[in-house]
């Protein structure tokens, strides 16, 4: 059944902007509902069952009354609000509309659970970006594939990288990470709603944030790396998940076995090559021969002298990587 999220605000302009820009992104399991009329709400809640109400605050609270909602957020004008005077959790409402969203899922979550959400929507084709050789741009190519990826359908970005350097490269702080996404699946609280008020959206492609603390991916058992990869392909509603591998250790084969390709970018120095055959020769001697067959072994175009900080990357989604990494994912051979 189709679950409503209704939008009652005062600034006509406000509700449908914020209805048009949420619904285009497809980024929560509800269909914004627009309405700048009381009557009009009222009359709407009475033939349909509206899960959230998102109504502003200079709406007073008694012309509300009898409008039947699961869930009331009060849009907030100003970005302090008085506990004492709210009638229900509030937003600050004059933030980018993924703000709004990831608080109102936040406050949506922490009501009495009672049923589990779950987007009815084919397995996401998962994508693993990993290799033994160091320095090879393999976060850059992760973060690469998952902007151009978002252009064409709903993408989710994770990375099991103990220090990411994400924050800065994004230029974005970051309230929640893996480590509450570790924290509810373990809870068995994850599902498409909660996974909203964690995940961050740059472009049009939405990431997890890592982990806060490198201790947290330490505890990270294989079986539970494997379990999580499951559910955000599995159950909400992303078409493409790219996962950055980092170096997990004893994560890495449990991870690398929910990948339905791997994208394993090398270098061609000694060394390089060393730790390359090694590594294929674990995996057969290991028996994981299908691990084997989803490797695709990329050499990266260098793309040096670009602007460090929140200019990264977009610059090196057009530069030659970024060249490369389109050709990539629409199957053109490259060298």
Not at 253 to 272: A, T, W
């Amino acid at each position: 059944m189709e679950k409503i999220m209704a939008v009652y605000d005062v600034d006509q302009e406000y509700a449908h902007r914020f209805a048009d820009v949420v619904n285009q992104k497809e980024k929560v399991p509800f269909t914004v509902v627009p309405f700048t009329s009381l009557e009009l709400l009222r009359e709407y809640a009475e033939k349909h069952r509206i899960e959230i109400l998102l109504i502003s605050d200079e709406v007073p609270s008694e012309e509300t009354g009898g409008i039947n909602a699961r869930s009331v957020v009060t849009l907030a004008s100003g970005e302090v609000v008085s506990v004492t005077d709210a009638d229900y959790p509030a937003v600050y409402k004059y933030q980018s509309a993924d703000s709004v969203v990831r608080e109102v899922m936040a406050r949506y979550c922490d009501r009495p659970a009672d049923e589990k959400f779950v987007a009815l929507k084919k397995r996401a084709k998962v994508l693993g970006v990993y290799s033994p050789v160091g320095r090879c741009f393999k976060t850059s190519m992760a973060l690469l594939m998952g902007q151009q990826l978002a252009r064409d359908g709903k993408t989710l970005y994770v990375g099991f990288e103990e220090f990411s350097g994400l924050q800065r490269i994004i230029g974005e702080q970051h309230k929640n990470n893996l480590s509450d996404v570790l924290y509810f699946m373990r809870q068995d609280g994850l599902d498409v709603v909660r996974l909203r008020s964690l995940v961050y959206t740059w472009k049009d492609m939405d990431y997890i944030a890592p982990v806060r603390y490198p201790e947290d991916m330490e505890q990270l058992s294989g079986d539970e790396a494997g379990q999580l990869l499951e559910i955000l392909a599995s159950e909400c509603g992303y078409e493409s998940v790219v996962v950055d591998v980092g170096r997990p250790g004893r994560n890495l084969l449990p991870v690398l076995g929910c990948c339905d390709v791997i994208y394993m970018p090398v270098k061609e120095d000694e060394v390089s090559a060393a730790k390359l055959e090694e590594f294929m020769t674990y995996l057969e001697t290991a028996g994981h021969q299908k691990i084997t067959e989803r490797i695709r072994r990329l050499k990266l175009p260098y793309h040096g002298n670009l602007k460090r900080g929140g200019d990264y990357l977009e610059n090196i989604l057009w530069s030659d990587l970024g060249d490369y990494v389109r050709k990539i994912l629409k199957g053109v051979p490259c060298k």
